[in-house]
């Protein structure tokens, strides 16, 4: 299993700029793709980004240019820095990572950090 725990959370105002950390534990040589989902108040957890094994990203189309994920091998963690934040972006915002075992993809999340957006 792959145990992921997130930090960096808080609370901004807008316009502000914040970065996440995800770290990794566990057997992390299975993991195929990891990053960043989010869910806010009364909707459902949706895609922030990802980054596969081969190093490929991938964006929502609405967060392109202001958020950017990243490998920190030195810390061992995937960040999320995020920039221009608006009071939409006022979310949950949890680790995501895709391990492999026995051929088969098995989802693993964080616990969550709350990102704050104050207008």
């Known amino acids: 299993q792959v145990q992921l725990v997130e930090s960096g959370g808080g609370l901004v105002q807008a316009g502000g700029s914040l970065r996440l950390s995800c770290a990794p534990s566990g057997s992390t040589n299975r993991i195929d793709v990891i990053g960043w989902y989010r869910q806010a108040p009364g909707k459902q957890r949706a895609m922030v980004a990802t980054?596969?094994?081969?190093?490929?990203?991938n964006y929502a189309d609405s967060l392109k240019g202001r958020f950017t994920i990243s490998r920190d091998n030195a810390k061992n963690t995937i960040d999320l820095q995020m920039i221009g934040l608006k009071p939409e972006d006022t979310a949950v915002y949890y680790c995501?990572?895709?391990?492999?075992?026995?051929?088969?993809?098995?989802?693993?999340w964080g616990q969550g950090t709350q990102v704050t957006v104050s207008s």
């Open positions: 995501f990572a895709l391990d492999i075992r026995l051929g088969v993809r098995f989802p693993n």
């Open positions: 980054i596969g094994r081969d190093g490929n990203t």
